[in-house]
């Protein structure tokens, strides 16, 4: 069973929408025993990362653990960005730290539109689990002002060309993330879904 | 690079699609379910229901509607018509919907945008602006709310400009003397607007020939169109709509 954490930060129905229409077996929680039972786990969010970092905080602990076991880990869109080292989103606050790296603001003197909203094309790393299926490189669906710098050299990641370049998407051993939002990419970000659902079926054999 | 998106809309009425001419003179146009999936799996960049009787903070029967027409939507969807507080954007987004449109609320109490932003995010704090051309001064457009029954003296892009200082991630811009028409999109206004503020501007209003879409997305320098007759009555495919903006250098996602 899938675990999609839910921490009280904005909207985790799009997600679960998206995980029940990919009949997989998911539910919706944030007690931690649960968590701790689950085979893979989701961790959603929207809004700004500090803020979720705090309402995060409680279990925070268990999400850690269970990753440092092996235990398959996806965040998305702030999910995705807690899963660095630290934010500078309305301040510094420190995030999981399973994946080296920090969450800058897209700069604004770029004549860059922000927030980093809509469809952008996602190039990917080579042999990325999360994408597997999905050729090079595809489009998916943003809605960011802050985007993630990755300081880790064990980890892949998949960018995005905004005039600036934006890490879309993020792998290191059972860690996964992604920027984007499949569950709001259509059949490709489906396709993610998908994939990661599998990474969790064969880790948990 | 990001794409220019396409948009069709969903104005509902009593648990309808519909479409008029400037607001008025509503014509049936299908299910919502329906449609929304319909677009969802076509290749629409992102969905607009837009609850147009305005019952959607107090009216069960359109929440329902709009988790069901969630269900099947795996695309950006953005959901509005009524709100008046942030705790309903609250409700909204629980029941499947990604981003909120606020309107008359946000006139009456700017304030909903700074507390809804802080809440929810930027990214899910749209606002929408239902422009009039002022009659007698050239390049000045006048905001008007309650589905455009009722002026107001705020000018739109003075408006636009300070929505985003409040924290709207969008802005939603309807021309209220092109919507229905199929006339084309008002060109001065959208970029007008897009020039003004840093955050995405979806053109809303005028949709007709796909060239007018052309002229929007490029001249006008909108991100994104909003369209509903055109796919509606199907005039043009969202497939359709799409090669032809390729063809004519806009960036498109691919279908």
Same mark, same amino acid.
Not at chain 1, 168 to 191: M, R, T, W, Y
């Given at each position: 069973? !899938? ?13 679960? %929408? ?22 893979? !786990? ?5 809004? *700004? ?8 905080? &409680? ?14 880990? !996806?965040?998305?869109?702030? /999910? ?12 510094? =606050?420190?995030? !999981? ?13 770029? /004549?860059?539109?922000?927030? =980093? ?21 595809? =489009?998916? *669906? ?8 990755? /300081? ?5 990641? *998949? ?21 984007? =939002? &499949? ?11 998908? %994939? ?10 | ?25 509503? #014509? ?28 959607? #903070?107090?009216?069960? @029967? ?15 969807? @953005?959901?509005? $018509? ?79 400009? #300070? ?5 709207? $991630? ?9 919507? $229905?028409?199929?006339? +084309? ?5 959208? #970029? ?13 209003? $005028? ?12 001249? +006008? ?35």
């Amino acid at each position: 069973m !899938l675990v999609i954490i839910d921490y009280g930060v904005g909207n985790v129905r799009s997600v679960t %929408n998206a995980f029940r229409y990919i009949s997989s077996d998911v539910t919706v929680s944030c007690d931690p025993a649960v968590i701790a039972a689950a085979d893979g !786990l989701i961790l959603p969010g929207v809004g *700004a990362s500090g803020y979720a970092m705090e309402k995060v905080s &409680p279990i925070a602990g268990v999400i850690t653990e269970q990753a440092l076991t092996g235990k398959p880990l !996806l965040g998305i869109c702030v /999910g995705f960005q807690l899963l660095f080292e630290t934010s500078y989103e309305m301040g510094t =606050h420190k995030c !999981l730290g399973l994946i080296k790296g920090k969450v800058v603001p897209i700069p604004t003197d770029r /004549g860059l539109t922000i927030p =980093h909203m809509g469809w952008n094309y996602v190039k990917f790393a080579e042999g990325m689990r999360l994408f597997d299926g999905l050729g090079d490189g595809k =489009h998916f *669906a943003f809605a960011n002002s802050f985007c993630a710098e990755v /300081g880790d050299p064990d980890a892949k990641f *998949a960018s995005a060309d905004y005039g600036i370049s934006i890490t879309a998407g993020v792998e290191k051993g059972n860690i996964f993330g992604c920027q984007f =939002h &499949p569950e709001k990419s259509a059949a490709d970000g489906l396709q993610v879904l998908k %994939n990661f659902v599998n990474i969790c079926r064969e880790e948990s054999k | 690079m990001l794409t220019k998106r396409i948009i069709p809309c969903l104005d509902v009425k009593d648990n309808r699609v519909v479409k008029g001419v400037n607001f008025l003179n509503l #014509r049936d146009a299908g299910d919502p379910i329906e449609l929304g999936k319909k677009y969802s799996d076509e290749g629409a960049d992102e969905l607009v229901f837009l609850d147009i009787t305005a019952t959607l #903070r107090s009216n069960k @029967t359109i929440v329902d509607l709009v988790e069901k027409v969630a269900a099947n939507v795996f695309i950006p969807f @953005t959901v509005g $018509g009524g709100i008046t507080k942030a705790d309903e954007i609250g409700l909204l987004l629980r029941s499947g919907a990604d981003k909120c449109s606020i309107n008359t609320a946000a006139v009456k109490n700017p304030d909903i945008l700074h507390e809804s932003a802080e809440r929810f995010g930027s990214q899910c704090v749209v606002l929408a602006i239902d422009a009039r051309r002022t009659s007698n001064t050239t390049g000045k457009w006048h905001v008007t709310v309650k589905a455009g029954s009722e002026p107001t003296d705020i000018d739109a892009i003075e408006w636009a400009i #300070r929505a985003e200082k409040l924290g709207a $991630g969008e802005i939603l811009l309807t021309s209220m003397d092109a919507d $229905g028409t199929q006339a +084309g999109y008002d060109i001065e206004l959208t #970029r007008a607007v897009a020039e003004a503020v840093n955050i995405p501007v979806i053109a809303s209003g $005028g949709a007709g020939t796909l060239e007018s879409l052309t002229e929007v997305l490029g001249e +006008g320098k909108a991100d994104a169109v909003l369209a509903a007759s055109i796919f509606h009555y199907g005039t043009y495919s969202i497939k359709e709509t799409k090669d032809f903006l390729k063809q004519h250098g806009v960036p498109v996602r691919p279908v």
